[in-house]
């Protein structure tokens, strides 16, 4: 009885694992799908070379990992304004502000 138990969790097992590997090949024909302008955009934004917004929680940039100057980081706990990083031009905007 024990042993014919442990056969079928092991056949629903290798079941699972073979629709595993079908749901792994279908996305891989989704990725294949979607339009090459989109992927390429899309990797632009992951090199994080435009429209980046970055959060900071001190007067470093976590992107660049420069200093900014002190009088930045004042205007930034204001947030009256957008301000780009001096150094790699992302848009940052202090932890403070959005935790309020
Ligand atoms: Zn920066």
Redesign the pocket.
Known sequence: MRKSQEESSKARITELQQERSVLLNGREDLVAKVPTNVVKRYERLRNGLVNAV?IISDGT??????A?PAQLTIELQRAEDLHQ??????I?IHKSVIEE
């Open positions: 970055i940039c976590t992107a660049c990992r420069m900014l990083c001096p150094h790699c031009r992302r940052i």
